[in-house]
């Protein structure tokens, strides 16, 4: 096993009782997620949230509370991930733009419909958990997070 982390970055976003979801093949299999993906090392961790929106879904993503930070371990692949979960709203969904690599659509889907998938079809047991958190109201304000930045001269 990886002595590093992966980490990733999530968005729960709710509107009309349906959640913004992400149908993308992955190793092979159709799975549900919520648009998700993978920090990059000069971006913060809210605009790393915003990006991966706009590329998985074309909806620009406004944050506005932290949900949860999970530590998840892959079952198969022995690698371990710390994920963020944020959750906010959706707005001015560009249709012109194409999807990232890998995203088969952008869905919204109601809860009972995801809970009506069977467990390989959503990507981890992650969805679900993040579903939970959000609905039973964890919220953490976004000033919890701070950046500090050095310059070494």
């Not at 371990?80 to 707005?91: D, E, N, P, Q, Y």
Request: overall charge negative; charged content about 25%; hydrophobic content about 40%.
């Amino acid at each position: 096993m990886s002595s590093i982390p992966h980490i990733t970055v999530a968005a729960v976003i709710q509107q009309d009782d349906k959640y913004l979801m992400v149908r993308e093949k992955v190793d092979g299999n159709i799975v549900y997620n919520q648009p998700a993906g993978h920090w990059e090392v000069d971006e913060s961790l809210l605009d790393a949230a915003i990006r991966e929106t706009q590329e998985e879904t074309a909806w620009q993503f406004q944050p506005s509370h932290l949900v949860a930070i999970y530590r998840w371990k892959h079952p198969q692949k022995n690698e371990v991930f710390l994920r963020i979960t944020f959750c906010g709203s959706a707005c001015n969904q560009d249709l012109e733009q194409p999807l990232d690599k890998g995203i088969l659509e952008a869905i919204w889907m109601t809860r009972a419909e995801i809970e009506a998938l069977d467990e390989h079809q959503r990507r981890s047991a992650l969805v679900l958990q993040s579903i939970d958190d959000y609905e039973q109201g964890k919220r953490y304000d976004l000033e919890i997070m701070s950046e500090v930045i050095e310059v070494w001269t």
